[in-house]
């Protein structure tokens, strides 16, 4: 069954504070993707990942393939980091994407 | 530089009143996607064009209708909104439907019904 769970559903973070978000998938998948979500607006892709690890400013975000496993990290958060983090992947039996219930982050002053 | 494009970005229909919502495109993507963002849940696929092929999801209401006059444009038709279909519709391309590419996404038209 394709799943796809992420965690945790809510986050909330002082700045300056390290964030990880997690995301973890029931088979194997084609790709991978972190997806930004301001409220009231639309969906910025933050990255795509097949394996290994990427890094954009203080963004970083890995994928353990044998685990079956990715994390979002961001470093040295700012109250403009709040908005919701949605994991979304592609699984191999298919071509859809399925997408997590997302995490909402909100970063206090 | 605006390359997957919605409009309007806020729409208010009447229940029962047809409603069109707009998607163009600057990337000369083969693939373009509707999906529909309710209320803190996350989107859910409504159907897909690979170039000229519809692909309709197995649980799109019949309510929802589909057009894609050419490359750039794909059109959401909504032929009588009810309450339950106000949401974030969201329109995404990619260039190939393999999945070493990415998906980019549009910013989102919030519709209102009342």
């Known amino acids: 069954k394709n799943e796809v769970e992420q965690s945790p559903q809510n986050l909330t973070a002082q700045e300056g504070e390290f964030i990880t978000i997690n995301c973890s998938y029931s088979v194997g998948i084609s790709a991978l993707h972190w997806l930004q979500q301001h409220p009231g607006g639309g969906i910025v892709s933050l990255f795509m990942?097949?394996?290994g690890k990427k890094k954009h400013g203080r963004l970083i975000a890995t994928i353990n393939i044998q685990e079956k496993h990715s994390s979002l990290h961001i470093t040295a958060s700012h109250p403009r980091d709040s908005a919701v983090y949605i994991c979304a992947v592609r699984f191999l039996n298919g071509n859809q994407f399925y997408f997590g219930t997302g995490t909402s982050l909100t970063v206090i002053p | 530089d605006a390359m997957v494009i919605q409009n309007p970005r806020y729409q208010v229909t009447q229940f029962g009143k047809p409603v069109t919502l707009s998607c163009s495109q600057t990337?000369?993507?083969?693939?373009m996607y509707w999906y529909q963002q309710k209320s803190s849940q996350a989107p859910k696929l409504l159907f897909h064009y690979y170039d000229k092929d519809f692909n309709n999801e197995a649980d799109t209401p019949d309510n929802f209708q589909s057009r894609r006059p050419n490359t750039s444009f794909c059109f959401l038709d909504i032929r009588s909104p009810g309450l339950g279909d106000a949401a974030m519709y969201l329109c995404?391309?990619?260039?190939?439907?393999?999945?070493?590419?990415?998906?980019?996404f549009g910013p989102g038209t919030r519709l209102t019904v009342t």
């Open positions: 990942l097949s394996s």
């Open positions: 990337l000369n993507h083969n693939v």
């Open positions: 995404a391309t990619r260039p190939e439907p393999l999945s070493s590419y990415e998906q980019y």
